[in-house]
């Protein structure tokens, strides 16, 4: 079984609510020295040892992303 | 100007019904060699460069991290 760590971020272009909303809170509580936050998420996927690059590639492309709004990258343990 | 990653991961009793449903999508699609999917949270810091590690544990304890339901660690870049 091998480990693929797969990093969605939302394209820089693309507002996020939800990062916003994190830097208000942290200010209010006396976080200044933050300029800035963005959300994104982190897909942890459990797969057989003989799954290549292009598979992940293919799962992110066909449903784990959306490519509109947006950007990943991935590692496979081990490699 | 320093970049902090967050990693945000559900623990390890927890159920993940994104996960589940995101796995179930994936073999039905033919990718039969994913065994699991969790899906967590990558949060992205743009802080002072005088801020330390101390502080993002701070900001993740106070605020952005449920440690109930929630693991996480994290990269102060350049460290």
Redesign the interface.
């Known amino acids: 079984?091998t480990k693929v760590n797969v990093?969605?971020?939302l394209r820089e272009s693309v507002v996020d609510p939800q990062g916003i909303a994190?830097k208000e809170?942290?200010h209010s509580?006396g976080?200044d020295?933050?300029?800035?936050?963005?959300?994104?998420?982190?897909?942890?996927?459990?797969?057989?040892s003989?799954?290549v690059e292009a598979?992940v590639t293919?799962?992110c492309d066909?449903?784990?992303i959306n490519k509109v709004i947006e950007d990943y990258r991935f590692e496979i343990e081990g490699e």
Do not use: F, Q
Request: aromatic content about 4%.
């Open positions: 079984m990093y969605v971020t994190a809170a942290l509580m976080h020295a933050v300029k800035n936050v963005r959300i994104g998420k982190l897909i942890e996927l459990e797969v057989e003989n799954t598979d293919k799962m066909e449903l784990l």
